[in-house]
């Protein structure tokens, strides 16, 4: 049986929402529910201080991650910021049918390729309560150099306008409010 009895009664659940919108660490809050499980995806940018490798996120030169893409080991991946990410297909598979939720914590233009082959999915947008919150916390990552900062500022304004294609918009201005707000979409 699955657990999740949110509207779509998908276990399947895409969250989406510009980089500064607090996303990864609504993400940390839900996956401490040992219920909610994350794709790791792979990425061909380089760690970032303390990214562990499988863990954050499978780190890959770009030539091994055409050559996943030629195996057709994604169920999508796309391009952000001159760095490619994608979600293997392979735990989608596995998890399908199992009592957990499985989030896939994806940009814009991967979550329309997972619509298409999965429309049963929950697709939640997060966002930033406006452009001054999102570029202070862009910059407050202090991860980033400022070229990198605006090239995320002017994609995230870009992504807001799709925020219409999910079924649910959460403005993420407390993460605990965030947070509970997802939950009670997912119902867990
Ligand atoms: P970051 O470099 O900040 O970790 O991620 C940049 C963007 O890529 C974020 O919006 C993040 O959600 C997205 N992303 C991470 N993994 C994937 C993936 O597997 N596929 C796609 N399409 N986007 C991803």
């Known amino acids: 049986m699955i657990v999740s009895v949110n509207k779509k009664n998908s276990n399947l659940v895409i969250i989406s929402g510009p980089s500064g919108s607090g996303k990864t660490s609504i993400c940390n809050e839900l996956t401490k529910n040992p219920k909610i499980k994350q794709s790791v995806s792979y990425t061909t940018r380089s760690p970032r201080d303390g990214e562990r490798e499988g863990v954050d996120y499978c780190f890959v030169e770009r030539d091994a991650f055409e050559k996943l893409i030629k195996e057709n080991k994604f169920i999508e991946y796309a391009e952000y910021c001159g760095h490619l990410y994608g979600t293997p297909i392979g735990p989608i598979r596995e998890v399908t049918g199992s009592e957990k939720l499985f989030l896939l914590a994806i940009d814009v233009k991967g979550a329309m390729q997972v619509m298409k082959k999965r429309p049963d999915a929950v697709y939640v947008f997060i966002m930033a309560p406006d452009d001054e919150t999102l570029k202070f916390r862009l910059k407050n990552r202090l991860t980033e150099?400022?070229?990198?900062?605006?090239?995320?500022?002017?994609?995230?304004?870009?992504?807001?306008?799709?925020?219409?294609?999910?079924?649910?918009?959460?403005?993420?201005?407390?993460?605990?409010?965030?947070?509970?707000?997802i939950e009670g979409i997912l119902r867990i």
């Open 145 to 181: 150099d400022d070229d990198t900062i605006n090239q995320r500022f002017m994609v995230a304004k870009e992504e807001m306008k799709s925020s219409k294609h999910y079924d649910y918009c959460i403005i993420n201005d407390r993460l605990d409010d965030a947070v509970e707000e």
